[in-house]
């Protein structure tokens, strides 16, 4: 920080040269019209004003006593899975927002990957910085999960959230068991034998992989209670795909929509472009444009299953059941691929549409189940 004044020393010497002053007249009245800042209060966050909403986090404080000299104010935020008041020693940094002028901020487009966040601010002057509010936790709950690649078809290239039609998929591993296999032996092992062996381990044990027909891959979550939401994003050249639930006993060659233990919309861009919802083996024909972004909100309780336009916020379509085993996010590609996005709350939007249950049931043309 610079220098508030400077100071000019004037030497002055007495006239029979018996004593050596300095001057320094100017420099005190300098100081004596120094006015110092005093150190900000520490703000306090109103936790019941604070908003968590659509991703987006609105915090709010005040300062417990009017200071005019207040310049701006510095918000800090951390995400935990600790609830209650911060810990020292937490497994990530705080982020800082800085400059803030008003005395609330929000945090938008945020991925809720943790249980909670944390906040806490701080009042800043021209000359120094207040101590830091009491610090404040609030839940950030949404469902969280990845594409399990234990479960894809082999014919499918698999990330966390990110899944691509590979038409050569599974080759290479099939010939470098075909190689193991024949080594130091004649012979070439049975179709049935190199499927078994080329799969690679499930790490969780509980399935065979997709295979035929079936272009599937699972979520590696497992839905038994509660609401959740979550959307996919399909490439623009992608030529089919599917999108929806289905519980834990699919079989690897089922296909979504096929049978009567998977919910899904459908989306078909070759030969003839169609778009449908599919259950039980019976699609239904949506006559809407298909959106470049689906969200899926699973009401499992409430055995509802419903896909939204997430730009418009529009409902494309519906299905209302009782789910009675538990469900794991579905997804078929061919041709394309498909990008996923979690850590979503609940849009605010779907509270309304759950309070006018009549608006709900006049756009949704649900496909009923009674399983």
Request: aromatic share 10%; net charge positive; proline share 5%.
């Amino acid at each position: 920080m610079a220098p508030a004044f400077r100071l000019c020393l004037k030497p002055k010497v007495s006239d029979n040269m018996t004593h050596l002053m300095v001057d320094f007249s100017q420099e005190k009245k300098m100081l004596q019209a120094l006015k110092f800042l005093p150190v900000p209060k520490a703000p306090e966050i109103d936790s019941d004003k604070c908003l968590v909403a659509d991703n987006c986090i609105t915090v709010k404080w005040k300062t417990p006593e009017e200071d005019s000299k207040i310049d701006h104010y510095i918000l800090e935020y951390r995400k935990t899975n600790f609830e209650g008041l911060p810990r020292v020693k937490d497994e990530r940094c705080w982020e800082v927002v800085d400059n803030i002028k008003d005395t609330e901020y929000t945090l938008t487009g945020l991925k809720f990957d943790s249980k909670y966040m944390n906040f806490r601010v701080r009042a800043c002057n021209k000359a120094v910085a207040g101590d830091f509010s009491d610090p404040v936790t609030l839940e950030t709950k949404a469902l969280v999960f990845s594409f399990d690649g234990t479960s894809s078809h082999l014919n499918l290239k698999v990330e966390d959230s990110w899944i691509e039609w590979d038409s050569t998929g599974g080759k290479g591993q099939e010939t470098k068991v075909k190689g193991k296999e024949n080594k130091g032996r004649s012979g070439t092992p049975s179709p049935k034998r190199t499927s078994v062996v080329s799969r690679p381990p499930s790490v969780k044990g509980t399935r065979d992989r997709f295979t035929g027909e079936a272009y599937t891959v699972l979520g590696d979550v497992v839905i038994e209670s509660g609401q959740h939401y979550w959307e996919i994003k399909a490439q623009k050249d992608c030529k089919s795909y599917s999108i929806g639930v289905a519980y834990r006993s699919l079989g690897k060659f089922d296909q979504l929509g096929k049978n009567n233990i998977s919910w899904c919309i459908h989306v078909n861009n070759w030969l003839q472009a169609t778009f449908s919802a599919k259950h039980n083996n019976k699609a239904k024909p949506l006559e809407m444009p298909v959106p470049d972004r689906i969200g899926i909100y699973c009401d499992f309780d409430g055995g509802q299953l419903s896909f939204f336009n997430s730009d418009s916020k529009q409902l494309l379509h519906t299905f209302k059941t009782k789910f009675t085993q538990p469900l794991v996010p579905a997804f078929m590609v061919w041709c394309g691929g498909l990008t996923l996005y979690t850590g979503l709350q609940q849009p605010s939007f779907l509270t309304s549409l759950e309070k006018n249950d009549s608006e709900m049931n006049g756009s949704s043309s649900g496909i009923i189940n009674g399983d």
